[in-house]
């Protein structure tokens, strides 16, 4: 079992830019990839950005490409996503991921921290 406590949620306006935080715990010698989701009212959860825990491979959605950046701390077992030229379209709850080594899907969430932007 891996646990997941994110952090770093908040309001912010049009422009701005905040960094959530996601520390794992638990079975963390498992960890594959780990990455960020987010949802928004009235609308599916979709992909936000993706880092695998051992190689330098990181991928996000088009969305979010040029704005976001996702990075690792192995040693803390913690990732990051630090959010710059945040739009009221990033409004969402940000969920952290973790894909276990034998597993094909994201198998452990976190509970979520709310991110809103104003305009």
């Known amino acids: 079992q891996v646990q997941l406590v994110e952090s770093g949620g908040g309001l912010v306006q049009t422009g701005g830019s905040l960094r959530l935080s996601c520390a794992a715990s638990?079975?963390?010698?498992?960890?594959?990839?780990m990455g960020w989701f987010r949802q928004a009212p009235g609308k599916e959860r979709e992909f936000v950005a993706r880092?695998?825990?051992?190689?330098?491979?990181?991928s996000y959605a088009d969305s979010v490409k040029g704005r976001f950046t996702i990075s690792r701390d192995n040693a803390k077992n913690t990732v990051a996503l630090q959010m710059n030229n945040l739009k009221p379209e990033d409004t969402a709850v940000y969920y952290c991921v973790v894909q276990s080594m034998d597993s094909t899907m994201y198998d452990y969430w976190g509970q979520g921290t709310q991110v809103t932007v104003s305009s």
């Open positions: 880092i695998s825990w051992r190689l330098p491979i990181t």
């Open positions: 638990g079975r963390t010698v498992s960890i594959d990839n």
